[in-house]
């Protein structure tokens, strides 16, 4: 049995993978299944900018200053009016408030919004799947982001899937954790119980069906 190991991971992390991708197709469950009433949704999350992200910056009542930039891989933009703001490391509010005071001395009163359109930060707030989905991704994390949010955004599963011996791969308190899941049951039977909440940094194996 081969196995891909995705770039991002560690060595360690695709050890682990590897490791319970063979013990997935030889019928071994690490864990019993996840059920919904067993994880709470995260409360706080706020996403942090990093490298390569793409920003909508939208100045109120200003059309001319709105603009899109990338985040350059310094962690910094450069926008219509300032050429030098430091945006990895912040949230998107809290940059717009550093691009209201950076532009106060050129526009009165400016209120900025700030939109995180295209997402390229670290894979601590992402959610990996990888294995039998129709498109294995990297999504951002959003809150309240749960299992079947992830199974529409990858186009649910190939044929040959096993989603009822599905992983769930997550680091807790500086350990990893694995889970069965219920794919197969969410989403041919629609056994809401099988929707649990998804964590930032979750990573999703879908095995192979072998018979």
Request: hydrophobic share 40%.
């Amino acid at each position: 049995m081969s196995v891909r190991i995705i770039t991002w991971l560690s060595t360690k992390s695709a050890f682990a993978l590897s490791l319970i991708l063979v013990l997935s197709a030889c019928g071994v469950t690490p864990h019993p299944p996840l059920t919904a009433d067993q994880i709470n949704p995260l409360q706080d999350f706020d996403y942090i900018i990093g490298p390569g992200d793409e920003i909508e910056i939208f100045v109120w009542g200003n059309e001319e200053l709105s603009t899109t930039v990338d985040v350059r891989p310094d962690g910094k933009i450069t926008t219509r009016l300032v050429e030098d703001i430091v945006a990895s490391g912040k949230t998107p509010t809290v940059l717009a408030r550093d691009i209201e005071e950076a532009y106060s001395e050129y526009v009165r009163s400016a209120v900025v919004s700030v939109i995180v359109q295209e997402f390229s930060s670290i894979p601590s707030q992402q959610i990996r799947v990888v294995g039998e989905a129709a498109s294995p991704l990297n999504i951002p994390f959003s809150k309240h982001m749960t299992l079947l949010d992830l199974m529409i955004e990858v186009g649910g599963l190939t044929d040959y899937a096993d989603g009822n011996r599905a992983i769930l791969v997550r680091y807790f308190n500086g350990k990893q954790e694995s889970y069965t899941l219920r794919l197969d049951d969410m989403l041919e039977e629609g056994d809401i119980s099988a929707n649990i909440a998804l964590y930032p940094g979750d990573i999703v194996i879908i095995p192979e069906s072998w018979f």
